[in-house]
């Protein structure tokens, strides 16, 4: 399995803004298709954002559109996730995968990061 490390998170005020890191140091990212997932207590983990291996393909869940950008920096092996306008909704336990397909199903990341918590509360 494939190692990743989020890094990022923490707590923030509603309005405010984070971002998140994913890196590898074991293999290059940037053979590889990067989601972020979420998952809030008490609910099922769910997709955020979904960036290919080119960085040509871009997706996000419509609960984050406009506010989320999702980059990567094949140099520094990273992928980002930048949260703006956050909102007490959004407090989670975030977590990247990687898959060799660029797809926005779950079941199709099977290397998976320990998570970092975003906590959105005044």
């Known amino acids: 399995q494939l190692q990743l490390v989020e890094s990022g998170g923490g707590l923030v005020q509603p309005g405010g803004s984070l971002r998140l890191s994913c890196a590898a140091s074991?293999?290059?990212?940037?053979?590889?298709?990067i989601g972020w997932f979420r998952q809030a207590p008490g609910k099922e983990r769910e997709g955020v954002s979904w960036i290919s291996a080119s960085g040509g393909s871009i997706n996000y869940a419509d609960s984050v559109k406009g506010r989320f950008t999702i980059s990567r920096d094949n140099a520094k092996n990273t992928v980002f996730l930048q949260m703006n306008s956050l909102k007490p909704e959004d407090t989670a336990i975030y977590y990247c995968?990687?898959?060799?397909?660029?797809?926005?199903?779950?079941?199709?990341?099977?290397?998976w990061g320990q998570g970092t918590q975003v906590t959105v509360s005044s």
């Open positions: 995968a990687a898959s060799p397909l660029y797809s926005l199903l779950e079941i199709d990341y099977a290397s």
């Open positions: 074991t293999f290059r990212l940037d053979y590889y298709a």
